[in-house]
């Protein structure tokens, strides 16, 4: 089942954009095919999802919604796909049976997989808050030395941000 009839017009530099960032994040590696695939939720906006279940990237993107609904579209496919575009709109269109993606003359058929089998992602609690971005590049710059460059896992490549009192 996917997530019934889907119509969505976009950019197409502002989809490469997002999937360049995303397909970065999908693991084409993993036991799980849907890990290798986007998922972009059409609503008031879309909202594009990617994961490999240790790391989860969502971003949103302007498009022309005609008709909302969910796809899982193979991220590397679409992007590689999208990228070759003009500065155009991009449609995907979703019907019962298959996907086609169009751009002018350009018009493919895409294989997705059913919305249901992508793993639900975290929301995110807490506030928000603004930093100044010379400041924070600072922070960054002063902590930089202390983050392991060669390891393979994530969390020592990475440095804690804590946010106490106003800011």
Do not use: W
């Not at 298959?98 to 493919?108: A, D, L, M, P, W």
């Not at 983050?147 to 393979?152: F, G, K, L």
């Amino acid at each position: 089942r996917h997530g019934g009839n889907v119509n969505i017009s976009i950019n197409s530099q502002s989809l490469a954009k997002e999937l360049r960032a995303l397909n970065k994040i999908a693991s084409t590696k993993s036991t799980l095919p849907i890990l290798s695939h986007v998922l972009l939720r059409a609503a008031d906006t879309l909202t594009l999802e990617a994961t490999d279940l240790e790391l989860a990237y969502r971003t949103t993107c302007a498009a022309h919604i005609e008709t909302p609904g969910i796809i899982a579209l193979p991220v590397t496919k679409l992007f590689q796909m999208v990228k070759q575009f003009p500065d155009a709109d991009v449609s995907i269109l979703l019907d019962k049976t298959h996907v086609i993606i169009k751009c002018g003359e350009f018009k493919s058929r895409m294989q997705a997989m059913p919305p249901d089998d992508f793993p639900r992602l975290p929301e995110v609690e807490g506030q928000s808050s603004m930093l100044d971005a010379k400041d924070f590049r600072q922070m960054i710059d002063r902590t930089r030395y202390a983050i392991a460059e060669s390891s393979s896992g994530y969390l020592l490549q990475g440095a804690l941000f804590t946010l106490a009192g106003p800011v």
